[in-house]
């Protein structure tokens, strides 16, 4: 996309927005047809659908088909969470990263699992347990679970070298994820990994990745003591 062609989306996208922000058009109501707002900005109708798709997904438009589109009832701005290369995270605050496999076993998955992917207690399944460090301190223990039949070529990653996190951003496309948030106390095993003392009090992320309704992934990442996340709303 060209530079004209992105400001064009955009320029839609800030329009649309003003309208529904000024109240021209109120929670609830339908908007003109995107050829009717294609007429109305002097724009290809293509453009019109992208910013439209664009607002949708940030909230603020209801899209349904054959029902046309109508500003959210309640327009709510949606945070939006990139899933981070845990490398790229460390050397972006300045620090020396290092990485270590823990432990890597092609096995059968737990309960737990199967719910959160939606898999059998039969799949094929690697788990898959690291120590990312920064500046020589641990970071974050991550704790893995990858679906060999939505990911084959995992079992040809030298996981030595490259953790599971940055080879799955790089090579395991997905389409919907959902991620938890919550604190929780350090278990004997966890404070052992993490040098910390048992009880201990962290940040805990819980993620899972699908392409369409195939899961990819399940990840259980515990930081050390004092991480704090970040997100632009």
């Not at 530079?3 to 955009?10: A, P």
């Not at 992934?217 to 996340?229: D, E, H, I």
Request: aromatic residues 8%; contains cysteine; charged residues 25%.
């Amino acid at each position: 996309m060209n530079s004209l062609e992105q400001q064009s989306w955009q320029s839609v996208h800030d329009e649309v927005l003003r309208r529904i922000h000024t109240r021209e058009w109120k929670p609830g109501d339908l908007i003109p047809k995107e050829v009717e707002l294609a007429e109305q900005l002097g724009c290809a109708r293509a453009t019109v659908n992208r910013a439209l798709r664009e607002l949708a997904s940030e909230g603020f438009l209801d899209r349904r088909r054959k029902a046309g589109t109508r500003v959210a009832a309640h327009p709510v701005r949606r945070a939006k969470l990139d899933i981070p290369v845990i490398r790229l995270e460390i050397e972006g605050r300045g620090q020396k990263y290092a990485y270590g496999l823990l432990f890597s076993e092609r096995r059968t998955p737990p309960p737990e699992i199967c719910a959160n992917l939606g898999v059998t207690a039969e799949s094929d399944m690697l788990h898959i347990t690291s120590l990312h460090l920064a500046d020589g301190k641990p970071f974050m223990f991550e704790d893995r679970w990858v679906s060999i039949a939505a990911t084959p070529t995992i079992l040809d990653a030298d996981l030595e070298k490259i953790s599971a996190n940055e080879w799955l951003v790089l090579h395991a496309p997905y389409t919907r994820g959902d991620i938890y948030f919550s604190a929780v106390n350090a278990s004997a095993a966890e404070a052992k990994v993490l040098r910390t003392d048992p009880g201990t009090s962290l940040f805990l992320m819980e993620r899972t990745t699908w392409e369409n309704q195939t899961g990819i992934t399940s990840a259980r990442l515990l930081f050390a003591p004092g991480y704090r996340k970040h997100s632009a709303i």
